[in-house]
Structure formats: structure tokens, C-alpha cells
């Protein structure tokens, strides 16, 4: 064969790193993008968090006009008319299709030394902090290791405790047998050993299982609560008679009594369907987690990236939008650092210095371009969702991700990338930025209702149902189909059940 040339035209997508960098740092959360920042911090030296108690000094070779100085960005965060920022212009390659949430043609001698990503006013000092909040809850591991130094024990018993007490789970369960606990400490081949250990296990376990709360130490949910009822025992607490039926109903498979079937129980514990009843009513009052009321609150703390506001009243309400001033790095490059490279000499040395500063700056640049898209996105979707905020869940309207990325001239993939784990404090409550996107359910009128304010209303005609006959799945959709809401029954029970609650016959009183 000869060979012979030949031109083919074709398009690719080209990505720059700057421009991977912001994209990821725009789907990290708040939490994500704080162990970010401390890698960075770690691993670039021309990095480093800035004082709060003023402005760090400028770069001296930097543009007065390339900075982002602290009253402008102040100004543009704290601002409560939501169209009054206008966010730096984004160039973008011409074959890049993307977001438009990062300049991709920045010059190094734009930035300067500075480039601090600064917050602007925050909330009230008064608000207390969830994390300062939770830090004094006493966690259930030290609440028994309190209780167990009461105890008069031998060493090797106070120290089969401990083992049991640092074995259980965040809700106050041994999920390991003793014989599983003994072999994983003495190993399997010494019998002997293993007998003692599992002995000794045993007799920790009935400490622990008298220890508060009532119920810790259980190996499984029927455990638990049959502790708790022999507690009631204990103390004469209520009925005699009733808590030996809950006591028999605790001894029978409990898919019986999550299922309510109150003629089979009956007859499997040998009582009347009175007493079967009152027993049930019982065992619903007690706590299948006893170790519910020590959870890690600052684990399960929300920390809302942006803080919506009422200003003014009657037909001047308005909303102000804000960024969380808590959540933004406050970040700037070393100066003495950058002076110095400035003045060095060139070389291979020289030039990985100056890409480490220039890695730096771009990621200064790309956590400003962050917030600034989280900001905007945001004074978007409180503008579209005005009577939300005002009336609640019912006045939700339907609304899309096209709609939004129109409006800002973003793309679609960049406004999912914002709205993800990402979360809004309101005067409704704190809620992820998706919750205020939503399918439309059609109307008599020919309009549409968002799925948010269907839900809504279901849950508020399932609260005010009389509990001896509960609305059916059925009776549901005739209720918005008198509503003007048109909802298939199917539809009904998949937002019921997102709802977590439970079907007709299950909520049906007893």
C-alpha cells in the first residue's frame, strides 16, 4: 500500500485544569469543600488563611482594578435587592459548551497578591451555633462510663463492661454476640478462655442492661422493649395485666404488631382483644432507640450555605439574600512568599515555584467564582419562589432547572451542580436549594401545581383525618381532584410514602 496524506477536520472539548478545579468545586459541600481547603492549605505554601481583624496587605505588583477588594464583595453580599450584583464577566473558550463559571483566559498578573475570598455581613451575633450546641451533649458511650463508676465490680468485670459499653451502636444496641466479642479478643483456640470470657460477658451484660436508659444493651428490638416493660414491672408503673399481655406480644414474631393484626395476637398470647389492644398502645409509647436522645447532633447539623431574610412588611416585604459568612475560606496569597519568588532568579526551580503560586491564585479565583454562582443562583430561586417564603409549602409553584439556567445564562449541568448539597436557611425553615425544584401536576384551569405544595396538602389532609377511619390512597386523589389538582392514586401513594407515612390501614387507631 502507499502511503498518502490526508486533512480531516474535526471539534473537541478541551477542559483546562483551572477550569476542572472550579466545575468540582462547585458540586462540593460545605464540609467537602472545607477538607479542601485544608489540603490545599497542606500542600501549597503560597496559601494561607487571612486575619479577621483587618484587610492583609495587597500585592504591590498587582492591578488596583484586578482585586477583589473587601468593601465591593462586602457590598455585593450584603445587598438585599436581588438584582443589584453584577457578577465579574466570565470569558470561556470558544469550543467550550459549559457552565460560564470560570475564566479560562485570566492572565497570572491580574490577580496579584491578594485575591481574599472575603464573606459579607452575616447573621445576628445573638444566633446561638448548632456546632457550640451540640459539643455539650454528652454522648451515650460517656453517660454509661459515668454510671458504671458507681459500680463496686473487680477489674476484670469493670473491664468487661467497658468492652460491652464501646461495643454498642449509636442506638444503644449490641449488634455482636458475646461468642463473637469473646473470640475476637482471646482469638479461637483456647476453649477454656473463650468459656471464661463469654462468662464474664454475660455478667456484664446484665449490668449494662440495668443501666440507663432502660432498653441499652438489647441484641435486637424485642430485647428492648421487653427490658423497658420489666422496668414498668419494676417500679409498678401502669397496668399489671396490660403489661403482661405486651410482655406476651413481645415474645411473638413483631412483623404481627407492626402489622396491627389484633386477632392474631390475641390468640397467639391467649388474651382479650381489649387487653391485646391496650398492649399495643403500650409498646407504641416505648423507645426502640434508648439511644436516640445522646445522637452526634453536630454530625447531623446543617450548616446553610446561604441566610434568606424578611425586610419590610405588608406590601414592602421583601427578601434579603445572603451568603453564610461561616462557610467561606477566608484565603489570600503569602506575600512575603510571593515577594520573594518575584526577586528570585530564573530556573527549573524558579518555574515550579511560580506554577505553585499561579496554582494559588486560580484557586482563590475558582472559591470566589463559587460563592458568586451559589449567590446568584440563589436570589434566583427566592425572586421565583416569593410566595413560598411568604406562605409556606402550599404556594410552591413548579419550577425546572431550564428555567433558572435561562434566566442567568448558565447551563443546566452548573445549576444541578449548585443546588446539590448546598442549603438555604429561610423563615420557613432550612431547606437544600434542590427542594425548591419541582415537577407541575395539572389543574382544572389549565395550569399547574408544583409536586412541592401536592405534598403539602396531603400531608395536611392525612393530619386533620379522623383516626378510626383513615383516608385511603383513593379518597386522597378525590380530595385534589376537588382541589382542581388532578392526581392519579398511584401518584398519591408515591408522594405518601416519600412523605413517610403509612398506609390507610397501618394509621388507623387502634
Excluded at 465579574?88 to 475564566?103: L, N
Aim: overall charge negative; glycine content about 6%; proline content about 4%.
Amino acid at each position: 500500500m502507499k502511503p498518502n496524506l490526508s486533512l480531516r477536520v474535526s471539534q473537541h472539548l478541551a477542559l483546562t485544569p483551572q477550569l476542572q478545579q472550579s466545575i468540582r468545586l462547585l458540586q462540593l459541600s460545605t464540609l467537602e469543600l472545607a477538607q479542601e481547603v485544608e489540603q490545599m492549605l497542606d500542600e501549597n505554601p503560597f496559601l494561607e488563611l487571612s486575619s479577621d481583624d483587618g484587610a492583609p496587605e495587597p500585592d504591590p505588583q498587582a492591578p488596583a482594578d484586578a482585586t477583589y477588594s473587601e468593601a465591593t464583595n462586602a457590598d455585593q453580599i450584603s445587598a438585599g435587592d436581588e438584582n443589584d450584583v453584577e457578577t465579574p464577566a466570565v470569558d470561556t473558550p470558544d469550543d467550550w459548551e459549559g457552565d460560564g463559571s470560570m475564566d479560562a483566559a485570566v492572565e497570572d498578573g491580574e490577580w496579584g497578591g491578594d485575591g481574599t475570598v472575603r464573606s459579607g455581613s452575616g447573621a445576628d451575633e445573638d444566633e446561638a451555633d448548632a456546632a457550640d450546641l451540640a459539643r455539650s451533649h454528652e454522648s451515650l458511650t460517656d453517660y454509661l462510663h459515668r454510671q458504671a463508676l458507681s459500680l463496686r465490680l473487680s477489674e476484670l468485670d469493670r473491664a468487661a463492661l467497658r468492652f460491652l459499653i464501646e461495643s454498642l451502636n449509636d442506638d444503644g444496641y449490641l449488634e455482636d454476640t458475646l461468642e463473637s466479642l469473646a473470640v475476637g479478643l482471646a482469638g479461637a483456640d483456647d476453649a477454656e478462655q473463650l468459656d471464661e470470657l463469654v462468662h464474664r460477658f454475660t455478667v456484664a451484660l446484665g449490668l449494662l442492661q440495668s443501666l440507663e436508659p432502660t432498653g441499652v444493651g438489647a441484641r435486637d428490638l424485642a430485647e428492648c422493649l421487653t427490658l423497658q416493660l420489666h422496668a414498668m414491672n419494676l417500679h409498678e408503673e401502669g397496668d399489671p395485666a396490660v403489661v403482661e399481655a405486651a410482655l406476651r406480644i413481645c415474645r411473638q414474631p413483631l412483623d404481627l404488631l407492626a402489622k396491627r393484626d389484633l386477632r392474631r395476637l390475641s390468640q397467639l398470647c391467649a388474651t382479650g382483644e381489649e387487653d391485646t389492644r391496650q398492649a399495643m398502645a403500650l409498646i407504641a409509647r416505648l423507645e426502640p432507640r434508648p439511644g436516640r436522645r445522646f445522637a452526634d447532633v453536630e454530625r447531623n447539623a446543617i450548616v446553610p450555605d446561604v441566610i434568606v431574610r424578611k425586610t419590610g412588611r405588608g406590601a414592602q416585604q421583601s427578601f434579603s439574600v445572603q451568603l453564610n459568612p461561616d462557610v467561606m475560606p477566608r484565603l489570600r496569597v503569602h506575600d512575603i512568599y510571593a515577594s520573594a519568588l518575584r526577586g528570585g532568579r530564573g530556573g527549573e526551580g524558579h518555574q515550579a515555584l511560580q506554577a505553585r503560586l499561579q496554582e494559588a491564585r486560580w484557586f482563590i479565583k475558582n472559591i470566589q467564582q463559587r460563592f458568586d454562582t451559589i449567590l446568584r443562583v440563589s436570589r434566583a430561586i427566592v425572586e421565583r419562589q416569593k410566595n413560598f417564603f411568604v406562605h409556606g409549602e402550599l404556594a410552591m409553584r413548579p419550577m425546572v432547572l431550564r428555567e433558572i439556567a435561562d434566566e442567568l445564562g448558565l447551563h443546566e449541568s452548573t445549576i444541578s451542580r449548585v443546588t446539590t448539597a448546598k442549603y438555604m436557611a429561610t423563615p420557613q425553615g432550612t431547606f437544600e436549594l434542590k427542594y425548591f425544584f419541582g415537577s407541575g401536576l395539572g389543574t382544572e384551569t389549565g395550569g399547574n401545581a408544583s409536586s412541592t405544595a401536592v405534598r403539602a396538602l396531603i400531608k395536611q389532609f392525612v393530619a386533620a383525618e379522623d383516626a378510626r377511619k383513615p383516608l385511603s390512597d383513593n379518597q386522597i386523589a378525590e380530595m385534589l381532584k376537588e382541589q382542581g389538582i388532578e392526581c392519579a392514586r398511584r401518584t398519591v401513594a408515591k408522594y405518601r410514602e416519600a412523605l413517610k407515612i403509612a398506609p390507610a390501614n397501618l394509621r388507623k387507631a387502634l
